[in-house]
């Protein structure tokens, strides 16, 4: 049990005493008094001692309970029912922490120490040291960097234990996931055992700039019909914080391609990255430098510098820098990184760059006439190889100048079992895929798993196109074609358009795009295969379009299979009874293109937002990160038990300790924006939770702002009254006990004996 | 709580007896006096003065009545003269000429000393203390009042007084006498063994007494036993038995004080036996139900083990005044004397 006023309840204790004491002087203090009947006072005693002890004991209990009680009520005991009686209620906080990269923001820039997220933390410890685990106190922590973490659910009655936790607590690079705490808390708040009579606090301690809350999202209520919430927030954070975002930075190719030694071929020996920034604060004029190196096995060259200017008002800016990639080996690690600001967090940025000397693809077909025959018999698998390797005479002898070394393999002797063939090709073109059986299918399926990025072309010669069945299974993309042909644009055919509505980051093609405008306008396609996406494909993303007719209607698509492969499918084959797109100049760097991006972006994830879901990898057990000081089990279905909140470079274990692939986890550019936002705009945004909604305001007393609310609403009497109505319940009921203990009213029947004498002796006398 | 006497009290025989004697008969009057010797003189004047003729008869030897001769009877008693004028043989029988004697029997055990009642209540005088420096007015201060009186008027008839002072044992005796100094006696034994400190915690033990007290009786008399009977009852049968055996006549005089009837106190102070029964710490009010009870029974107890007996009892309280139990007294003896006559 605890006190409010443990001082004065010790002290009234301590008076229990007194009664006693009393008791016992009194008892010496009183002269015996001579008594000459003294036999029947004896007898009487004897006959009447177990009565007048029980009496004695009763009353002198009775007394030391009113003392007690009293005591008590000046000491006036925490207790959860009790308080609840008398409005101070059990209290249920739920300490909402934003952690976020937001929360990091700091007024004067270069000292992270003193950002806002110190401050929130402050708030919260002060919060706690209020709270009185005796009254039935009780506290919650959630995180709120994205994906927002219950640290402490449900309640814990150990305060101190939950302020060591708020200590401990670690800034993320990852966005405030407030939706996911919040339903985190109504969850908590819903499933709280013995909450009768305790009063729900949920409060929010964050900045609330634009970039950790999203202010035009509606909140729903946290109250239920039974308990109402009270709902308390950090006073959002009105100072200007000017900060530079790295929204992105990706090389232009994922993929570098290094080449045979001495065969430095152009665009082998350097990397274009683009970088793109963004900004937030006053948006006056000024300038941002970037820097980016590509840093491999230790060494760290001398860094690139890109300098951004900015316009007032400006809000986004893009940077290119190149670098030089001669040196770089397979661990390569892109770094970008800009000028100190508001928030450090959001200053670097990483990426893993894959590098092979030679890109190996594998064209899958059963005959190959390249070189031999005219152009008018070319099938489509003979285009494809002359425009994979347009600068070697025969494609099969050696690799390209650009990197690309093309080998050819049977579907027959996939089916074989050899799907060894396959291991290592970092694209598979499929070709005339209705001569794969499910033998070959699975072989196909299984090097996509392992990463290759697959480009699947229709046979140009299939009436009916049933082999598209046995694809889609193999390899569950989420998908669906026509199994016959579509004949378009009539005799002419229809045009491509050279416009496409996918993202950069997920367009295969995003490089060629610019000069898709001239070269696209001499094909004509006459003949498409039809898509027909599947509704019931819920967990995997819908298929890009990569290219389209003029009419919209797709003609290359790109999909990832469930294991995250990249799958681009042509709906029409490059043959010249399909279309005439083989013979016209788009062609190679169309393919070209397309191998090296794709090859880039199949297989396991490389980048990741802090706070995302990281797509499942085959085979990973285990994330560690590069420095050695955490490591993360990945689950039996691919997705880590912890989610990655923090920014840095992991590396995806196999059981056998061997490492799969790096992954590079970076801040959520979305997190970056330190926009403050108006204190009554997130007051009415948070009045959505509860109608009892209030910001953290500094009291004139100098008490910490947390104190205070929750000190608000303790204004109950310094004393408890039920006790102290106990206490006078107790003296009225010692009173009737000492009076009826008293025998006063024998009082009246008294003077048996001296009536008698009397009569006895004025009889004697008469 | 009543101081013993430090020694015999002083008397003053130049002090004149009051005019109003019967005002002396009430404890006030009483404890006014400083001598229990003069005391008693004036309850006895005052006690006559009420009576307005002399109780007292006299005694002398008278033919009592005739009876026929039967066989065996000695012939010196015939009647010769009325055989003379009736020829029938008549034994003539005499009074026995009897010697009216009285032996008193004063407690002074322990119990004996309580008194509740301030010594300026009862003296009524402005007097806060005894001669003796007692600022009470004990059951032994009202038994010896009684006592003096009693021989008091016994002597001043001509008949015998002795007296014994007693407690567990006879502490002092005054063998019976008539004489004028028998009277200077009694009064020393009373003033000397009253409640000596050896005394306090005395018990009584009426049974021996009376042995002790047979012992020195060689004829019939009239004995008078003035206590609080705080003791046991078979015991007080067992004493009254033996006297019943001896053939003497007996009067109980029971004193008490009235705080012992009534027990009304309400502080609650220890109680302190005064023979020797220890404390004890009680709250009177708690008590005084169960205790009335007690006293009230063993009363009852005492006064119909006198009666059962055929004795007489009296029961006194220390704030009343001695008359009622003189005249009872006086009509006691004048029925003594007339069962005399008639024997």
């Known amino acids: 049990m605890n006190f409010l006023n443990p001082g004065l309840a010790a002290i009234g204790l301590a008076c229990i005493a007194v009664p006693i004491l009393i008791h016992i002087l009194m008892r010496r203090r009183r002269r015996p008094v001579p008594w000459g009947a003294m036999q029947f006072l004896l007898a009487a005693y004897r006959q009447q001692r177990r009565r007048m002890n029980l009496e004695q004991w009763l009353l002198l209990a009775s007394r030391c309970l009113i003392v007690a009680l009293i005591a008590l009520a000046i000491g006036k005991p925490v207790l959860a029912a009790l308080g609840a009686a008398e409005g101070i209620r059990a209290r249920t906080v739920y300490i909402l922490l934003d952690n976020s990269l937001t929360s990091q923001t700091s007024t004067s820039p270069g000292t992270a120490s003193s950002g806002e997220f110190t401050a929130l933390k402050e708030s919260a410890r002060t919060l706690l040291s209020t709270l009185s685990p005796g009254r039935g106190d009780r506290a919650a922590l959630i995180t709120l960097a994205g994906p927002a973490r219950a640290d402490v659910l449900p309640a814990a009655p150990d305060a101190a234990q939950v302020a060591q936790l708020v200590e401990r607590t670690q800034p993320a690079a990852s966005r405030a996931d407030i939706e996911g705490a919040l339903r985190l808390t109504r969850q908590a708040i819903q499933e709280e055992k013995d909450a009768a009579g305790s009063e729900a606090v949920v409060v929010v301690l964050s900045p609330f700039r634009s970039g950790a809350m999203d202010l035009a999202r509606t909140l729903e209520s946290l109250s239920t019909t039974s308990r109402p919430v009270r709902v308390i927030a950090e006073s959002p954070a009105q100072t200007v914080a000017d900060n530079v975002t790295i929204a992105r930075a990706q090389p232009l190719r994922p993929l570098l391609i290094t080449g045979d030694a001495g065969a430095a071929g152009p665009g082998t020996g350097s990397i274009p990255v683009r970088i793109e920034l963004t900004r937030s604060g006053s948006l006056a004029q000024g300038v941002t430098q970037v820097r980016a190196w590509l840093a491999s096995s230790g060494t760290q060259p001398p860094a690139q510098t890109a300098v951004v200017a900015w316009t007032p008002g400006q809000r986004t800016a893009t940077a290119f820098v190149t670098l030089d990639a001669r040196a770089a080996t397979q661990d390569a690690t892109l770094s970008v990184e800009t000028d100190a600001d508001a928030l450090l967090g959001d200053n670097t940025f990483i990426r893993p760059i894959e590098s092979v000397s030679t890109l190996r693809v594998a064209l899958i077909t059963p005959t190959l006439s390249a070189g031999a025959s005219a152009i008018d018999t070319f099938a489509s698998q003979d285009w494809l190889a002359l425009a994979l390797s347009p600068q070697t005479p025969n494609p099969l002898r050696a690799a390209d100048a650009s990197g690309i070394r093309l080998e050819t393999v049977d579907p027959a002797r996939l089916t074989a079992g050899a799907a060894a063939e396959l291991s290592g090709a970092a694209t598979i073109v499929v070709t005339q895929p209705h001569t794969l059986d499910a033998g070959g299918w699975r072989a196909i399926a299984a090097a996509a798993e392992r990463g290759s990025f697959l480009i699947i072309v229709p046979p140009e010669a299939e009436a009916a196109h049933t082999w598209i069945d046995a694809c889609v299974q193999a390899l569950a993309l989420p998908l669906s074609l026509s199994r016959e042909p579509t004949s378009v644009g009539g005799d002419e055919g229809l045009a491509l358009a050279p416009q496409s509505t996918l993202p950069p980051d997920e367009d295969l093609l995003a490089l060629v795009r610019p000069e898709l405008e001239e070269l696209v306008k001499p094909v004509r396609v006459r003949k498409v295969l039809t898509l027909q996406p599947r509704s019931e494909s819920a967990g995997t993303p819908a298929p890009a379009t990569l290219l389209a007719l003029a009419d919209g209607t797709p003609f290359m698509i790109s999909a990832r299979t469930p294991s995250g492969s990249l799958v681009a499918l042509w709906l029409a084959p490059p043959a010249l009874s399909w279309t005439d797109l083989p013979a016209k100049p788009l062609m190679v760097p169309l393919l070209q293109e397309l191998v090296r991006q794709g090859a880039g972006r199949s297989g396991p994830q490389r980048t990741l937002t802090a706070g995302n879901a990281l797509r499942a990898v085959t085979g990973a057990t285990e994330l560690a990160s590069t420095d050695g000081a955490s490591l993360i089990r990945i689950a039996g279905d691919g997705t880590p038990l912890e989610p990655l909140r923090s920014q840095g470079l992991w590396n995806l274990r196999a059981n056998d300790g061997r490492t799969l692939s790096t992954l590079a986890v970076n801040h959520d550019p979305a997190a970056g924006d330190t926009t403050p936002q108006r204190a009554e705009d997130v007051e009415r945004w948070l009045s959505g939770l509860s109608r009892e909604v209030s910001l953290l305001t500094s009291a004139p007393t100098g008490e910490a702002p947390a104190q205070s609310a929750l000190s608000a609403r303790r204004s109950a009497p310094p004393i408890s009254f039920p006790l102290l109505i106990a206490a006078g319940a107790v003296a009225l009921l010692e009173l009737l006990l000492a009076r009826w203990f008293s025998h006063a009213k024998v009082e009246t029947s008294a003077g048996t004996a001296a009536t008698a004498t009397t009569s006895t002796t004025g009889s004697a006398a008469a | ?343």
């Open chain 2, 1 to 343: 709580m009543a101081e013993p006497s430090p020694g015999p009290t002083s008397l003053d025989p130049q002090r004149p007896p009051e005019v109003d004697a019967s005002l002396y008969l009430h404890p006030h009057t009483l404890a006014r006096l400083g001598s229990f010797e003069l005391r008693a003189k004036m309850i006895v004047e005052g006690f006559a003065s009420g009576q307005h003729r002399s109780p007292y008869q006299g005694l002398s030897v008278e033919f009592a009545q005739h009876r026929p001769y039967v066989h065996g009877d000695d012939l010196r008693h015939l009647d010769w003269k009325v055989f003379g004028r009736t020829d029938r043989l008549q034994l003539k029988q005499h009074q026995q000429e009897t010697n009216f004697d009285l032996m008193i029997l004063v407690d002074s055990s322990g119990s004996m000393s309580y008194g509740s009642r301030t010594y300026e209540d009862a003296s009524g005088e402005g007097r806060k203390t005894s001669p003796d420096g007692r600022s009470n007015w004990s059951k032994f201060d009202h038994a010896t009042a009684l006592a003096a009186a009693l021989a008091y008027i016994t002597l001043r008839q001509g008949d015998r007084v002795g007296t014994v002072v007693y407690a567990d044992e006879v502490r002092a005796m005054v063998k019976r006498s008539s004489s004028q100094g028998t009277w200077r006696q009694i009064v020393g034994a009373l003033a000397t063994h009253a409640l000596e400190p050896s005394n306090r915690a005395r018990t009584t033990d009426l049974a021996r007494v009376v042995d002790q007290t047979l012992a020195k009786l060689t004829n019939r008399c009239l004995v008078a036993i003035i206590s609080d009977f705080f003791m046991d009852l078979e015991k007080l049968r067992d004493a009254l038995a033996r006297l019943r055996f001896h053939g003497h006549d007996v009067l109980v005089f029971q004193v008490l004080d009235r705080a012992e009837l009534e027990f009304d106190m309400t502080d609650a102070a220890p109680f302190e036996g005064m023979e020797g029964e220890g404390l004890v710490r009680i709250d009177p009010r708690a008590i005084r139900k169960a205790y009335l009870e007690q006293i009230s029974g063993h009363l009852t107890g005492v006064e119909k083990a006198v009666r059962a007996f055929g004795y007489d009892y009296q029961r006194l309280s220390t704030h009343d005044w001695l008359g009622p139990p003189l005249a009872h007294f006086v009509a006691q003896r004048n029925a003594l004397i007339k069962r005399g006559k008639q024997r």
